[in-house]
């Protein structure tokens, strides 16, 4: 199993501040979270997907 990636990590990854990630998720909008304790984890194959059908809907 991969590492999970944090919110940090994938801050980083999409370029987009923390804060956009939060309220992201407060939207329902975004790659998929998912909560581990008091921590948002996210898998790097949920980000990538998310990024991927992005690409899909402006086509």
Do not use: C
């Not at 999970?4 to 329902?28: A, C, I, K, M």
């Not at 990538?48 to 402006?58: D, G, N, R, T």
Request: proline share 5%.
């Amino acid at each position: 199993m991969a590492p999970l990636w944090t919110v940090q990590d994938v801050s980083e990854f999409l370029g987009v501040p923390v804060n956009t990630l939060y309220q992201w998720r407060h939207r329902g909008y975004g790659p998929t979270a998912r909560r581990v304790g008091r921590y948002i984890r996210y898998k790097q194959a949920d980000v990538i997907a998310w990024v991927e059908s992005l690409h899909s809907e402006s086509a």
